[in-house]
C-alpha cells in the first residue's frame, strides 16, 4: 500500500513526530510518559525539582533519565518509549528512570504488558485539500487525513455556504472517480464495493460553486493488516477502563495513522481531564 505523506501538516501526533518528539528533541533523556497516576506520589526530577504528581494536571508528564518517582499508597504507570512498555509503580515503593527503563529503588516496579508507547513514529499523512477559495464555506470534516478499517466510512462535512444545500460527492482513486453522488445533508455512508483494502483515496464535497469545494485522503490498510488491527482494538477494549490504558490506545492508533478515531479518545479524554494541558495539546496537534 503507497504510504501518505505529510506534505504541509506538522501533525503533533505525525505519530508523535511535534508534541512528544519535540520534547525529545529538547532533551535527549528523556524515556517515556506517565500514563496514570492514583492516590499519592511525588516527582522528583533529576534537576532537583520535585512536584506532587495530581492525576487531574501531569497525565503525560514527561520523564527523563534520573528522575525518582515515589508512591504512597496508590500507582504510577509510566509508559517508556524505546521499550514500548509500561511499568507500574505500586504502593510504598520508588523507581527511577535509568537507561531507558523504570527500575526499583525501594519496594515493587512491575512491567505491564500490552502498553503500547510512542515510539514507532511514521511519517504523516496528507492534509485535507481545499480548492477554488482560502477560506471555503463547505469544510470536509472525516475522513481527513487519516486512515480508516472500514469498507463503508461515513463521510461528513459542514456546509455554511448560503442558499441551496445541495452538494456532489465524489470519491477518487488515482485519476478515476469511483463513485459520485448529489446530497443535500451532512453526511453520507460510503456504499459496498466502492472501496478496496490496500488502497488510498481521496474524496471531495462540492456544490458546484465558486468558495465551496473542500475534501481530504484516507486509505485503508492491507486486509490482514486489518484484520491485525482489529484484534488490537478489541484487546485494548478489554482494558478501557484502565486509564494507563486508554493512553496506549491513543497512541496505538496515532501510530496506525487512525487519527480520526485517535481525535475522539482524545476528545473523551479531555472531558475527563479538562484541567490537563497535555492532553489539550493532543488533541490541537491532530489536524
Not at 535509568?98 to 515510539?119: D, F, N, Q, T
Request: charge should be positive; glycine fraction near 10%; charged fraction near 25%.
Amino acid at each position: 500500500m503507497k504510504k501518505m505523506r505529510a506534505v504541509c501538516l506538522p501533525v503533533v501526533f505525525c505519530v508523535s513526530l511535534v508534541f512528544f518528539s519535540a520534547a525529545l528533541a529538547g532533551a535527549a533523556e528523556q524515556i517515556g510518559y506517565v500514563f496514570d497516576v492514583q492516590g499519592a506520589a511525588e516527582f522528583k526530577g533529576a534537576d532537583g525539582k520535585t512536584i506532587k504528581l495530581k492525576r487531574s494536571e501531569h497525565l503525560l508528564q514527561g520523564v527523563r533519565n534520573g528522575d525518582r518517582i515515589k508512591v504512597g499508597k496508590g500507582r504510577v504507570v509510566v509508559a517508556v518509549i524505546k521499550e514500548n512498555k509500561g511499568y507500574e509503580i505500586s504502593d510504598n515503593s520508588e523507581g527511577i528512570a535509568k537507561e531507558g527503563k523504570i527500575v526499583a529503588v525501594r519496594g515493587r516496579v512491575a512491567e505491564l504488558k500490552g502498553l503500547h508507547a510512542p515510539g514507532k513514529a511514521t511519517a504523516g499523512s496528507i492534509g485535507g485539500f481545499v480548492v477554488r477559495s482560502v477560506k471555503p464555506c463547505i469544510r470536509a470534516i472525516s475522513p481527513v487525513s487519516t486512515t480508516i478499517i472500514d469498507l463503508m466510512p461515513e463521510l461528513t462535512w459542514e456546509n455554511k455556504c448560503p442558499g441551496n444545500k445541495k452538494v456532489t460527492v465524489k470519491i477518487i482513486s488515482g485519476d478515476n472517480v469511483l463513485f459520485s453522488t448529489e446530497s443535500e445533508g451532512s453526511s453520507l455512508k460510503v456504499p459496498g464495493k466502492v472501496l478496496a483494502y490496500g488502497s488510498e483515496y481521496r474524496w471531495i464535497v462540492d456544490s458546484g460553486k465558486a468558495n465551496n469545494v473542500s475534501g481530504g485522503v484516507f486509505s485503508l490498510p492491507a486486509e490482514e493488516e486489518v484484520k491485525t488491527i482489529k484484534a488490537k482494538i478489541d484487546q485494548f477494549q478489554e482494558r478501557k477502563q484502565d486509564l494507563s490504558f486508554r493512553f496506549s490506545y491513543v497512541f496505538f492508533l496515532v501510530d496506525n495513522n487512525l487519527n480520526d478515531m485517535a481525535k475522539a479518545q482524545i476528545k473523551a479524554l479531555k472531558a475527563d481531564f479538562p484541567d490537563n494541558n497535555n492532553i489539550k495539546k493532543m488533541e490541537e496537534g491532530i489536524k
